[in-house]
């Protein structure tokens, strides 16, 4: 009876575990690409030389991931074809006694996307990915934004790169 009770109680404990996977938990529709290229994105946004730092950033963050592996576009099951549509700069909060005065400011940068695939049909997407951070403001707004736009591109490639390995 112990033993009876004792596999059971084994079997309950190790049930827990069966919606679990090891290894790469990609979307249904991307099962078969493992390398993808990742060209220069396009530049819609009026924040100029702006692409390679976010298509640099976005790659940094596919090979911390490891999802997939950055290859040339010949070399490729997929391509990623994006482009910067947006770079907003948005009051976040005031100088106290002057409204009109700002003291810090988020930033937030949106692309759209598209995962072609080697015979032109699209994997994944449209889609569009934002992300974004806040900075305060010195004597110079436009650095103090330069300044920030690395993390707001880090943030944009975490959520790119989670919607396309993970499907979210």
Same mark, same amino acid.
């Given at each position: 009876?112990?033993?009876?009770?004792? *596999?059971? #109680?084994?079997?309950?404990?190790?049930?827990?575990?069966?919606?679990?996977? !090891?290894? =790469?938990?990609?979307?249904?529709?991307?099962?078969?690409?493992?390398? !993808?290229?990742?060209?220069?994105?396009?530049? =819609?946004? +009026?924040?100029?030389?702006?692409?390679?730092?976010?298509?640099?950033? &976005?790659?940094?963050?596919?090979?911390?991931?490891?999802?997939?592996?950055?290859?040339? =576009?010949?070399? /490729?099951?997929?391509?990623?074809?994006?482009? !910067?549509? #947006?770079?907003?700069?948005?009051?976040?909060? /005031?100088?106290?006694?002057?409204?009109?005065?700002?003291?810090?400011?988020?930033? *937030?940068?949106?692309?759209?996307?598209?995962?072609?695939?080697?015979? *032109?049909?699209?994997?994944? *997407?449209?889609?569009?990915?934002?992300?974004?951070?806040? +900075? +305060?403001?010195?004597?110079?707004?436009?650095?103090?934004?330069?300044?920030?736009?690395?993390? /707001?591109?880090?943030?944009?490639?975490?959520? &790119?790169?989670?919607?396309?390995?993970?499907?979210?």
């Amino acid at each position: 009876m112990k033993a009876l009770f004792g *596999g059971l #109680a084994v079997a309950l404990c190790l049930s827990g575990c069966a919606g679990y996977r !090891i290894g =790469e938990v990609k979307p249904h529709a991307l099962r078969e690409i493992r390398t !993808i290229a990742v060209p220069t994105f396009r530049n =819609e946004s +009026f924040l100029p030389r702006i692409e390679v730092l976010i298509t640099n950033t &976005l790659i940094k963050q596919l090979q911390q991931d490891g999802t997939y592996r950055i290859v040339s =576009e010949d070399k /490729a099951d997929a391509v990623l074809q994006a482009t !910067i549509k #947006a770079v907003n700069r948005v009051p976040r909060r /005031a100088v106290s006694g002057n409204v009109l005065a700002t003291t810090e400011f988020n930033l *937030g940068l949106t692309v759209a996307y598209t995962l072609v695939g080697r015979d *032109g049909q699209p994997k994944a *997407g449209p889609g569009l990915a934002t992300g974004g951070t806040s +900075f +305060f403001v010195g004597s110079d707004v436009t650095t103090d934004e330069r300044q920030a736009l690395p993390l /707001a591109a880090e943030d944009l490639a975490t959520r &790119l790169v989670s919607q396309l390995s993970e499907g979210w």
